[in-house]
């Protein structure tokens, strides 16, 4: 699950520290492979969309690795010599990596050509209107300067950032344009298909309302006329009753259809709030685990569909 305590971001060594790691392993690299692009992708949905664009042939790395918070996560001499020694870094951007600019530049690698795969999308604001009535220190969570970063779950706004990516992969490499336009091409028409597929299996639910416990939904539920009425977020230990009365609150108050979670998170406190409220409360996957194949971005998604559907029946 994605965490809902905000910590310091801080790198977890300090900036000597990270260029002493990344002088050790560089330098035998050079020789290697000096024609092959070195792509690194930042967190896994940024990574499948990439591999969606470069194919079986390209060569790409992930950063983080799967599974791990990207909000909090915190760099190792080994990310540190994975940029160092590559030629082009995609990010998902909107400030949702808060490490990767000191771990950039510590890496001192000024041929490193950044591509910003959220480019030219208007990001939601993060701050939930209908949540004043509420506890403000229950709406903590990861606060955004740039607005909320969680664009990948919209399956339009996907195709917008696997463009940004052929293109930059293009700008970057330009030898393999040909084979980067025909598998983005590929790619994209199955992002046309699934969104296509959540508008018709969701078109019967229109205006469903849901609470969800982490902030990562707002553009999915735009996009397909749902209603994400609150966000509460839930401390990762000890759920109090008080903790239960503000969402029971929340639900009674928004008339809800049920509680949207996160794969992750811990079942027993999920079964006694449902239990409390008598609503469903459901996982939602945020699609930062699981497999690497480019592919199973659209199995998480179908999933969610599937969710949303029976949340929302």
């Known amino acids: 699950m994605l965490k809902t305590i905000r910590r310091i971001h801080c790198l977890l060594l300090g900036t000597a520290a990270l260029v ?20 690194v992708a930042t967190f896994l949905p940024i990574y499948m969309f990439t591999k969606g664009v470069t194919g079986e042939s390209g060569k790409v790395e992930l950063l983080i690795p799967a599974g791990a918070d990207p909000h909090d996560y915190q760099a190792t001499p080994e990310n540190a010599r994975s940029i160092a020694e590559a030629d082009v870094l995609v990010k998902n951007g909107l400030g949702l990596e808060e490490f990767l600019e000191k771990l950039v530049d510590a890496t001192g690698n000024s041929q490193l050509q950044e591509i910003d795969a959220s480019q030219n999308i208007e990001p939601l604001e993060e701050e939930d209107k209908d949540h004043d ?80 416990f982490h902030d990562a939904y707002p553009y999915l539920a735009q996009r397909y006329n749902l209603q994400q009425m609150a966000v509460v977020e839930l401390p990762e230990d ?31 406190r999920m079964q006694q709030i449902a239990k409390d409220i008598r609503l469903p409360i459901k996982k939602l996957d ?7 194949d480019p592919e199973y971005y659209f199995t998480a998604m179908r999933n969610n569909i599937k969710t949303l559907e029976e949340v929302c029946q």
């Open 20 to 39: 002493t790691a990344v002088s050790l392993g560089s330098a035998a690299s050079v020789a290697q492979d000096k024609n092959e692009t070195k792509i």
């Open 286 to 292: 945020p699609v930062i685990s699981g497999s690497l």
């Open 133 to 212: 009535d509420h506890d403000h220190d229950h709406h903590h969570g990861h606060h955004h300067e740039e607005g909320n970063p969680h664009v990948w779950l919209d399956p339009v706004l996907a195709q917008q950032q696997v463009k940004n990516i052929r293109d930059g992969l293009i700008q970057a490499d330009s030898a393999n344009e040909a084979t980067y336009r025909a598998n983005a091409d590929i790619y994209l028409r199955k992002l046309q298909e699934l969104h296509q597929e959540f508008q018709s299996r969701l078109s019967p639910f229109q205006g469903c309302k849901f609470i969800a």
């Open 238 to 268: 000890n759920i109090t009753p008080r903790d239960v009365q503000i969402v029971i609150k929340a639900a009674e108050e928004y008339q809800v259809k049920g509680l949207l979670a996160e794969t992750g998170f811990n079942d027993n």
